[in-house]
């Protein structure tokens, strides 16, 4: 796919790997509509990418958790693009804690921002992708949609779910020329993990994830796993019990130090 002049919708846009994203496809010459709970951030990501390159940039604050806000970024995009080539669903939260403990709104807040937010902007979405047989859906998902982590077991089940929703959809869209990826980032470098970087192993930073969210719009591929991470996808199978029983131990003693829930990406 041609990046210039290409219409591109981002979730989660205000910073990390939505902001990241947001600035490479601009540095493509796209055009972008942009969304995210704060608008203050929202407004000086859109400048910065009208700087950097984007033709046009449609911002508008918007939660994806609730179904008429998601919509009516997808809604936005085509009104002022007329189609959309793009669709990057990055909008994200977590929480590190055992699952005992997480109370019935944090629950709900994870479940809605990181499977049902996508969910609505690619209802919304297809309807305009199928009509002109083309377009790319990324879902941002996570190393622990294949590697689960203890104590961050409901964050796991939710990307777990956005893999399998984003395989399923791949095969209902065979032969529309509609493309369905999943990135699966690793620990990365954003607001939430800059103080505890150390303590929880090397980060990736947002920028390299953000280029291959760009590699993928431009590549479809069926799922984007970074080294060494593929390797423990293909040995999941034979070691999956024993690591299971080692992070929950390591992360146990981590646990104090990891602070708990993550800011919408």
Not at 129 to 157: E, H, K, Q, T, W
Not at 206 to 234: C, E, G, K, S, Y
Request: with cysteine.
């Amino acid at each position: 796919m041609r990046l210039r002049g290409a219409s591109v919708l981002i979730t989660g846009a205000s910073s990390g790997i939505g902001e990241a994203s947001a600035l490479a496809f601009a540095r493509r010459g796209a055009r972008l509509a942009i969304c995210a709970r704060r608008a203050d951030r929202l407004q000086k990501v859109a400048e910065a990418c009208l700087r950097g390159g984007a033709q046009a940039v449609t911002l508008r604050r918007a939660d994806v958790r609730r179904p008429v806000e998601a919509r009516g970024i997808v809604a936005a995009a085509l009104r002022d693009f007329e189609r959309l080539d793009v669709l990057v669903n990055n909008a994200g939260v977590g929480w590190v804690g055992p699952l005992q403990e997480m109370a019935e709104e944090t629950v709900l807040s994870l479940v809605e921002t990181n499977l049902l937010g996508p969910i609505w902007t690619i209802q919304a979405a297809l309807p305009s992708m199928l009509a002109s047989r083309g377009g790319v859906i990324v879902n941002v998902a996570s190393v622990a949609a294949f590697r689960a982590n203890p104590y961050s077991a409901l964050y796991s089940a939710t990307k777990h779910a956005l893999a399998g929703l984003s395989h399923a959809l791949r095969g209902e869209l065979t032969g529309t020329g509609v493309k369905v990826c999943t990135v699966y980032p690793a620990t990365t470098d954003t607001e939430w993990f800059k103080d505890r970087a150390g303590k929880r192993g090397p980060a990736y930073p947002a920028w390299w994830v953000a280029n291959a969210i760009v590699r993928t719009a431009r590549h479809p591929r069926r799922d984007v796993i970074v080294l060494p991470f593929r390797l423990a996808q293909l040995a999941e199978p034979l070691l999956g019990g024993p690591l299971d029983h080692l992070l929950g131990e390591t992360r146990r003693r981590a646990l104090p130090a990891l602070g708990s829930s993550l800011p919408p990406g």
